[in-house]
């Protein structure tokens, strides 16, 4: 079932991607010849009207065939009116952008839904994608017991630490109430407090008193007891959750920038990057812990198809758009095949990148 709804959300992460082509050049009056999920061969289409809705075989993305795309396309004389290269620039920028705008906007809903709604799944994942944003706050229970520590089979994971010494705590004052304690002498490594910390804990709906002797750790600099707190979400308001949201965007979209800048230099980055395979069973990963790591994780898909579509290089979104900018900043016309050399150079880095990604991909799956 897993699988089912991995496949699904993907798909509808491509159908939403190519409906906003769609339904932008539908309303500046272009003429769209097909709807397609996945590339051909053809394994099933129907017609409706003037276009045509198709499922292809290769499930590598999906497409929106307008007519006249290409400005050598032969276009019957009445269907020249409604050719994408006869329209203005502004109108070709709208539908292009369009696409990547609408995963854009999907990835932003659904990291705010996390964000405003607190689900601890979801703010933790976020937080995880980019540590800039904090979407989690700590509180007093206890998360996890280190062990060997003076705190392992004293305090268990779930315990909510009340008080410490008969007074309520938070966990700067529980931090400071324990590093109080002291050695005999000057503290050394593993020293032990001479007196305890008397701990009132929440444990399965009643109160229960505890003792337990600190150690000091060098590395940390004060007395421990080896245990970690845990966290709750962050409360954000609708507006708080809006801003912080696309601030995780933004965090994302640089640190992708940066890494595939790197993927050409470093090989350690290289070997992080994943084909359709890869997001494929990252995504199914994702929806079998939870929906709230799921939903983070396809807004993050998401958001990558959006970036890797606004590349610069024809025949990518990106690439259209910087030309019909071009044009309109020109007032005439860029040439085919300058629009082409060009986008080879870039289409061949990006190339580089996907089977890079197939081939990590490969070498995933055979272990």
């Not at 392992?152 to 008080?163: F, S």
């Amino acid at each position: 079932m897993n699988w089912v709804l991995t496949i699904l959300g993907i798909a509808a992460l491509v159908v939403l991607h190519e409906l906003g082509h769609f339904l932008a050049a539908k309303a500046v009056g272009m003429r769209v010849e097909r709807f397609s999920l996945f590339f051909p061969p053809k394994l099933f289409g129907v017609q409706r009207g003037e276009t045509e809705y198709m499922i292809g075989a290769i499930p590598a993305g999906g497409y929106v065939k307008i007519t006249g795309m290409s400005p050598t396309e032969e276009i019957p004389p009445e269907l020249i009116p409604r050719a994408y290269y006869m329209q203005a620039p502004w109108r070709r920028i709208v539908v292009i952008a369009a696409g990547p705008g609408v995963n854009l906007l999907i990835a932003f809903v659904l990291f705010w839904a996390m964000l405003y709604s607190g689900n601890l799944n979801g703010v933790t994942t976020l937080g995880n994608l980019n540590s800039s944003v904090q979407t989690l706050v700590a509180n007093t229970s206890v998360l996890a017991v280190e062990q060997g520590e003076p705190a392992h089979g004293v305090l268990e994971p779930g315990d909510k630490i009340l008080a410490i010494g008969g007074h309520p705590v938070t966990v700067a004052s529980a931090m400071h109430a324990i590093g109080a304690h002291r050695c005999a002498g000057t503290p050394t490594e593993g020293c032990r407090a001479q007196t305890p910390v008397a701990l009132t804990v929440r444990r399965g709906g009643r109160d229960v008193q505890l003792s337990v002797y600190p150690r000091y750790s060098r590395p940390a600099g004060r007395m421990l007891i080896g245990f970690e707190f845990g966290a709750s979400a962050k409360h954000f308001g609708a507006f708080a959750a809006a801003g912080a949201a696309l601030s995780e965007m933004w965090g994302i979209t640089a640190q992708t920038l940066t890494n595939v800048e790197h993927a050409f230099t470093n090989p350690k980055v290289r070997k992080q990057f994943s084909g359709i395979v890869g997001i494929t069973a990252d995504t199914h990963e994702a929806i079998s812990a939870g929906a709230g790591y799921a939903l983070v994780i396809l807004a993050f898909v998401s958001l990558a198809l959006a970036i890797v579509n606004l590349f610069p290089f024809l025949p990518l979104d990106g690439g259209h758009i910087l030309w019909a900018v071009a044009e309109k900043v020109r007032g005439r016309r860029v040439s085919l095949t300058a629009m082409w050399r060009f986008s080879s150079v870039g289409m061949l880095l990006l190339a580089f990148l996907v089977i890079n990604g197939i081939s990590n991909d490969i070498s995933r799956l055979g272990g």
